[in-house]
Protein backbone atom coordinates (compact mmCIF):
# COMPACT_ATOMS: atom_id res chain seq x y z
CA UNK A 1 0.00 0.00 0.00
CA UNK A 2 2.93 2.46 0.94
CA UNK A 3 4.58 1.64 -2.03
CA UNK A 4 1.26 2.29 -4.41
CA UNK A 5 0.86 5.43 -2.34
CA UNK A 6 4.56 6.88 -3.02
CA UNK A 7 3.84 6.24 -6.63
CA UNK A 8 0.91 8.24 -6.77
CA UNK A 9 2.61 10.84 -5.00
CA UNK A 10 5.62 10.53 -7.36
CA UNK A 11 3.33 10.85 -10.37
CA UNK A 12 1.71 13.19 -9.42
CA UNK A 13 4.85 15.77 -8.82
CA UNK A 14 6.00 14.58 -12.06
CA UNK A 15 2.48 15.36 -13.89
CA UNK A 16 2.58 19.17 -12.29
CA UNK A 17 6.20 20.04 -13.29
CA UNK A 18 5.26 18.92 -16.72
CA UNK A 19 1.75 21.39 -16.37
CA UNK A 20 4.26 24.29 -15.26
CA UNK A 21 6.94 23.61 -17.54
CA UNK A 22 4.34 23.50 -20.75
CA UNK A 23 2.04 26.11 -19.26
CA UNK A 24 4.93 28.34 -19.55
CA UNK A 25 6.66 27.70 -22.26
CA UNK A 26 3.07 28.47 -24.02
CA UNK A 27 2.97 31.69 -22.35
CA UNK A 28 6.55 32.75 -23.04
CA UNK A 29 5.27 32.01 -27.12
CA UNK A 30 1.97 33.74 -26.98
CA UNK A 31 2.56 36.53 -24.59
CA UNK A 32 6.63 37.31 -24.94
CA UNK A 33 7.82 40.12 -22.88
CA UNK A 34 7.35 43.34 -23.47
CA UNK A 35 10.73 45.11 -25.37
CA UNK A 36 12.06 47.66 -22.48
CA UNK A 37 14.56 50.27 -22.76
CA UNK A 38 16.79 48.62 -20.62
CA UNK A 39 16.61 45.49 -22.90
CA UNK A 40 17.13 47.23 -26.07
CA UNK A 41 20.24 49.74 -24.36
CA UNK A 42 21.81 47.70 -21.88
CA UNK A 43 25.48 46.48 -22.62
CA UNK A 44 27.82 44.66 -21.31
CA UNK A 45 30.56 45.53 -19.81
CA UNK A 46 33.89 46.22 -21.86
CA UNK A 47 36.80 43.68 -21.97
CA UNK A 48 39.46 44.25 -19.35
CA UNK A 49 42.38 42.43 -19.31
CA UNK A 50 44.53 42.72 -15.34
CA UNK A 51 48.08 41.59 -13.95
CA UNK A 52 46.19 39.71 -11.74
CA UNK A 53 43.78 37.81 -14.32
CA UNK A 54 44.45 34.08 -15.26
CA UNK A 55 45.75 31.29 -13.35
CA UNK A 56 49.31 32.55 -13.30
CA UNK A 57 48.41 35.68 -12.74
CA UNK A 58 50.01 38.48 -9.90
CA UNK A 59 49.21 41.74 -8.49
CA UNK A 60 50.63 44.80 -9.75
CA UNK A 61 51.55 46.24 -6.84
CA UNK A 62 52.23 49.60 -8.35
CA UNK A 63 48.96 49.58 -10.07
CA UNK A 64 47.40 48.82 -6.75
CA UNK A 65 48.88 51.87 -5.07
CA UNK A 66 47.57 53.71 -7.87
CA UNK A 67 44.25 52.48 -7.45
CA UNK A 68 44.07 53.38 -3.97
CA UNK A 69 45.03 56.79 -4.38
CA UNK A 70 41.95 57.11 -6.75
CA UNK A 71 39.85 55.46 -3.73
CA UNK A 72 41.29 57.71 -1.08
CA UNK A 73 40.77 60.79 -3.45
CA UNK A 74 37.98 60.47 -5.12
CA UNK A 75 35.64 56.89 -3.89
CA UNK A 76 36.09 57.69 -0.51
CA UNK A 77 34.01 60.64 -0.37
CA UNK A 78 30.58 58.01 -0.49
CA UNK A 79 31.69 54.64 -0.47
CA UNK A 80 33.36 52.89 2.58
CA UNK A 81 35.76 50.05 2.46
CA UNK A 82 34.70 48.61 5.95
CA UNK A 83 36.31 45.09 5.64
CA UNK A 84 40.09 46.49 5.20
CA UNK A 85 42.41 47.73 7.69
CA UNK A 86 44.87 50.35 7.03
CA UNK A 87 47.30 47.70 8.05
CA UNK A 88 46.19 45.70 5.03
CA UNK A 89 48.30 48.29 2.56
CA UNK A 90 51.47 46.94 3.56
CA UNK A 91 50.15 44.08 1.19
CA UNK A 92 50.55 47.16 -1.81
CA UNK A 93 54.17 48.04 -0.89
CA UNK A 94 53.59 50.76 1.54
CA UNK A 95 55.95 50.40 4.77
CA UNK A 96 54.64 51.00 8.52
CA UNK A 97 55.06 54.63 8.93
CA UNK A 98 53.46 55.02 5.24
CA UNK A 99 50.08 52.78 6.80
CA UNK A 100 50.39 55.32 9.63
CA UNK A 101 50.52 58.51 8.03
CA UNK A 102 47.40 57.48 5.72
CA UNK A 103 45.81 55.89 8.94
CA UNK A 104 46.09 59.36 10.37
CA UNK A 105 44.43 61.02 7.37
CA UNK A 106 40.76 59.76 8.21
CA UNK A 107 38.73 60.26 11.03
CA UNK A 108 37.42 57.15 12.65
CA UNK A 109 34.57 56.98 15.36
CA UNK A 110 36.12 57.12 18.89
CA UNK A 111 35.01 57.79 22.18
CA UNK A 112 36.71 60.00 24.71
CA UNK A 113 37.89 58.06 27.74
CA UNK A 114 36.85 61.23 30.10
CA UNK A 115 33.54 61.73 29.48
CA UNK A 116 32.09 58.13 27.46
CA UNK A 117 30.94 60.54 24.88
CA UNK A 118 31.46 59.74 20.94
CA UNK A 119 33.83 60.96 18.82
CA UNK A 120 36.01 61.01 16.35
CA UNK A 121 39.88 60.71 16.27
CA UNK A 122 42.60 60.20 14.01
CA UNK A 123 42.60 56.96 12.56
CA UNK A 124 45.44 54.02 13.93
CA UNK A 125 46.57 51.07 11.63
CA UNK A 126 44.62 48.58 13.31
CA UNK A 127 41.44 50.41 12.39
CA UNK A 128 39.18 49.82 9.29
CA UNK A 129 38.26 52.34 6.69
CA UNK A 130 35.49 54.59 8.05
CA UNK A 131 31.69 55.18 6.72
CA UNK A 132 31.99 58.57 4.94
CA UNK A 133 28.12 59.57 6.16
CA UNK A 134 27.23 58.85 9.90
CA UNK A 135 23.84 56.88 9.39
CA UNK A 136 22.04 55.99 5.96
CA UNK A 137 19.51 59.01 6.46
CA UNK A 138 22.91 61.21 5.73
CA UNK A 139 24.03 59.00 2.72
CA UNK A 140 20.65 59.11 1.13
CA UNK A 141 20.52 62.73 1.75
CA UNK A 142 23.56 63.58 -0.24
CA UNK A 143 23.11 61.29 -2.97
CA UNK A 144 19.90 61.91 -4.37
CA UNK A 145 17.90 59.16 -2.02
CA UNK A 146 20.68 56.41 -2.74
CA UNK A 147 23.35 54.86 0.03
CA UNK A 148 26.23 54.56 -1.89
CA UNK A 149 27.33 50.54 -1.41
CA UNK A 150 30.63 49.37 0.31
CA UNK A 151 33.34 48.54 -1.88
CA UNK A 152 34.87 45.98 0.08
CA UNK A 153 33.40 43.24 -2.08
CA UNK A 154 32.51 44.26 -4.99
CA UNK A 155 34.39 42.95 -7.47
CA UNK A 156 32.66 39.82 -6.26
CA UNK A 157 29.42 41.08 -5.76
CA UNK A 158 28.69 41.98 -9.42
CA UNK A 159 29.08 40.02 -12.32
CA UNK A 160 32.25 40.32 -14.70
CA UNK A 161 33.89 42.28 -11.47
CA UNK A 162 36.61 44.47 -12.77
CA UNK A 163 35.64 44.93 -16.07
CA UNK A 164 32.26 45.98 -14.88
CA UNK A 165 33.68 48.47 -12.77
CA UNK A 166 35.78 49.98 -15.50
CA UNK A 167 32.92 50.11 -17.74
CA UNK A 168 30.46 52.12 -15.25
CA UNK A 169 33.08 54.61 -14.34
CA UNK A 170 33.70 55.36 -17.92
CA UNK A 171 30.21 54.47 -19.55
CA UNK A 172 28.50 57.83 -18.95
CA UNK A 173 27.32 59.44 -21.03
CA UNK A 174 24.08 61.63 -23.24
CA UNK A 175 20.90 59.34 -23.82
CA UNK A 176 21.14 58.42 -27.22
CA UNK A 177 18.63 59.96 -29.76
CA UNK A 178 17.64 56.42 -30.15
CA UNK A 179 16.77 55.36 -26.52
CA UNK A 180 13.96 59.11 -26.86
CA UNK A 181 13.07 58.19 -30.09
CA UNK A 182 11.79 54.74 -29.53
CA UNK A 183 10.96 55.17 -25.63
CA UNK A 184 9.94 58.79 -25.23
CA UNK A 185 9.12 57.70 -21.53
CA UNK A 186 12.49 56.35 -20.47
CA UNK A 187 14.06 59.68 -20.73
CA UNK A 188 16.64 60.15 -17.65
CA UNK A 189 14.76 61.49 -14.32
CA UNK A 190 16.03 64.42 -12.99
CA UNK A 191 18.96 64.19 -10.44
CA UNK A 192 19.96 60.38 -12.46
CA UNK A 193 22.53 59.95 -14.87
CA UNK A 194 22.41 57.65 -17.84
CA UNK A 195 24.94 54.76 -18.13
CA UNK A 196 24.35 51.93 -20.34
CA UNK A 197 26.39 49.36 -18.53
CA UNK A 198 23.76 50.24 -15.22
CA UNK A 199 21.00 47.45 -14.78
CA UNK A 200 18.63 50.31 -15.45
CA UNK A 201 20.11 52.36 -17.22
CA UNK A 202 20.53 55.14 -14.80
CA UNK A 203 21.84 55.50 -11.57
CA UNK A 204 22.38 58.54 -8.67
CA UNK A 205 25.78 58.43 -9.03
CA UNK A 206 27.52 61.45 -10.61
CA UNK A 207 30.60 60.52 -12.73
CA UNK A 208 33.11 60.45 -10.47
CA UNK A 209 36.54 60.93 -12.35
CA UNK A 210 35.48 63.98 -14.67
CA UNK A 211 38.46 64.30 -16.78
CA UNK A 212 42.39 63.54 -17.21
CA UNK A 213 44.67 64.62 -15.01
CA UNK A 214 42.37 64.18 -11.73
CA UNK A 215 44.30 62.77 -9.87
CA UNK A 216 48.15 63.14 -9.95
CA UNK A 217 50.04 59.87 -9.96
CA UNK A 218 53.30 59.58 -7.38
CA UNK A 219 54.81 57.49 -9.57
CA UNK A 220 54.38 59.48 -12.81
CA UNK A 221 52.10 57.58 -14.32
CA UNK A 222 49.35 59.09 -16.81
CA UNK A 223 46.37 59.95 -15.30
CA UNK A 224 43.97 59.36 -17.90
CA UNK A 225 40.25 58.34 -16.90
CA UNK A 226 40.47 54.88 -18.18
CA UNK A 227 43.64 54.76 -16.72
CA UNK A 228 42.29 55.87 -13.37
CA UNK A 229 39.28 53.68 -13.76
CA UNK A 230 41.22 50.19 -14.66
CA UNK A 231 43.22 50.88 -11.39
CA UNK A 232 40.65 51.68 -8.93
CA UNK A 233 39.03 48.48 -11.02
CA UNK A 234 42.53 46.56 -10.07
CA UNK A 235 42.46 48.05 -6.84
CA UNK A 236 38.95 46.50 -5.60
CA UNK A 237 40.00 43.15 -6.84
CA UNK A 238 42.63 43.08 -4.16
CA UNK A 239 40.15 44.14 -1.79
CA UNK A 240 37.72 41.93 -2.34
CA UNK A 241 40.44 38.97 -2.74
CA UNK A 242 43.56 39.73 -0.65
CA UNK A 243 45.12 36.62 -1.14
CA UNK A 244 44.80 36.00 -4.57
CA UNK A 245 48.01 35.79 -5.17
CA UNK A 246 48.99 33.15 -2.28
CA UNK A 247 45.92 30.88 -3.10
CA UNK A 248 47.90 30.80 -6.65
CA UNK A 249 51.30 30.25 -5.20
CA UNK A 250 49.98 27.24 -3.08
CA UNK A 251 47.57 26.30 -5.48
CA UNK A 252 49.94 24.99 -8.24
CA UNK A 253 52.37 22.61 -5.78
CA UNK A 254 49.30 20.92 -4.54
CA UNK A 255 48.15 19.95 -8.16
CA UNK A 256 51.44 19.27 -8.48
CA UNK A 257 50.95 16.84 -5.69
CA UNK A 258 48.20 15.54 -6.78
CA UNK A 259 49.28 14.98 -10.09
CA UNK A 260 51.79 13.32 -8.56
CA UNK A 261 49.78 10.85 -6.13
CA UNK A 262 47.37 9.49 -8.89
CA UNK A 263 50.39 8.33 -10.93
CA UNK A 264 52.16 7.03 -8.17
CA UNK A 265 48.61 5.33 -6.98
CA UNK A 266 48.03 3.90 -10.96
CA UNK A 267 51.81 2.38 -10.94
CA UNK A 268 51.38 1.02 -7.45
CA UNK A 269 48.27 -0.25 -9.03
CA UNK A 270 49.51 -2.40 -12.07
CA UNK A 271 52.98 -3.39 -9.97
CA UNK A 272 50.79 -5.09 -7.10
CA UNK A 273 47.15 -6.05 -8.32
CA UNK A 274 47.23 -5.85 -12.17
CA UNK A 275 48.14 -9.62 -12.77
CA UNK A 276 45.72 -10.80 -10.51
CA UNK A 277 42.70 -12.89 -11.42
CA UNK A 278 39.25 -12.59 -10.06
Known sequence: MIRILSILVGLFFTVALAWSFGNGAYTAITE????????????????????????????DKQQLQRGFQVYKEVCSACHSLRLVAFRDLKQLGYNDDEVKAIAAGFN????????????????LATDYFPKP??????????NNNAVPPDLSLMT????????????????????????????????????????????NLNLAMAPPLTSDGQVTYKDGTKSTVDQMA?????????????KLDKRKQTGWPVLGFLL????????????IWADKKH
Open 32 to 59: PAPVTAEHEFHRLPKELHLASDGAFGRF
Open 108 to 123: VPGIDPNTGETNTRPG
Open 133 to 142: FANDIAARAA
Open 156 to 199: KARHDGAAYIHSLLTGYQNQPAELLKHFPDAKTPQGLHYNPYFA
Open 230 to 242: TDVAAFLVWTAEP
Open 260 to 271: FATILGYLAYRN
